[in-house]
């Protein structure tokens, strides 16, 4: 076996990786949970501002 083989292996192998990554990401079993995840960071910006809200008013 020989360099060049190794390499075609090599690039199979991440291809097939690849594809199996793509395939996990974009399935519908994971849609919600990346949704929930993709708005997460506006939940906690609401949580940060009741927070400025309510310690503005205690001052």
């Known amino acids: 076996m020989d360099y060049g083989t190794?390499?075609?292996i090599f690039t199979v192998i991440i291809f097939v990786l690849f594809i199996i990554i793509v395939v996990w990401a974009f399935s519908k079993?994971?849609?919600?949970?990346?949704?929930?995840a993709?708005?997460?960071?506006?939940?906690e910006k609401d949580d940060v501002?009741?927070?400025?809200?309510?310690?503005?008013?205690n001052v």
């Open 6 to 8: 190794l390499r075609g």
């Open 49 to 57: 501002n009741k927070e400025k809200q309510e310690t503005n008013k």
């Open 29 to 36: 079993k994971r849609k919600t949970s990346f949704d929930e």
């Open 38 to 43: 993709a708005n997460s960071i506006f939940d």
